[in-house]
Nanobody, 127 residues
Framework: QVQLVESGGGLVQPGGSLRLSCALSHLSQYFYTVGWFRQVPGKEREGVSCLSTSDGRTFYADSVKGRFTLSTNNDKTTMYLEMNDLKPEDTATYYC????????????????????WGNGALVTVSS
């Protein structure tokens, strides 16, 4: 019954901005963790930004700190990833994700702590 439908991928130039959206079948509070991951071919999916709905704890990968922001709408039914000052190395398929429970600090914003995935949105940063 859990569904995550994401949109907003596309082609942007270096230094540009893009916002990804993910519509949730449940209120975000239903999940312990909501967030975004990205993956390039041949590599494991990595956590980009995550939010704990229980205590507000956030995670941002070092590579995106200060540039990306995770947020939710007022109804808590959509989450966003606002990406600014995009770099070519940000090129990847981005997946919204939710974790149903707390699996330990080591699993926070780890793919091992994800229970549900969106279908992915390709973001290409190139001139």
């Amino acid at each position: 019954q859990v569904q995550l439908v994401e949109s907003g991928g596309g082609l942007v130039q270096p230094g540009g901005s893009l916002r990804l959206s993910c519509a949730l079948s449940h209120l975000s509070q239903y999940f312990y963790t909501v967030g975004w991951f990205r993956q390039v071919p041949g590599k494991e999916r990595e956590g980009v930004s995550c939010l704990s709905t229980s205590d507000g704890r956030t995670f941002y990968a070092d590579s995106v700190k200060g540039r990306f922001t995770l947020s939710t709408n007022n109804d808590k039914t959509t989450m966003y990833l606002e990406m600014n000052d995009l770099k070519p190395e940000d090129t990847a398929t981005y997946y919204c994700a939710t974790g149903l429970n707390y699996y330990g600090d080591s699993q926070f914003c780890s793919s091992r702590g994800v229970d549900y995935w969106g279908n992915g949105a390709l973001v290409t940063v190139s001139s």
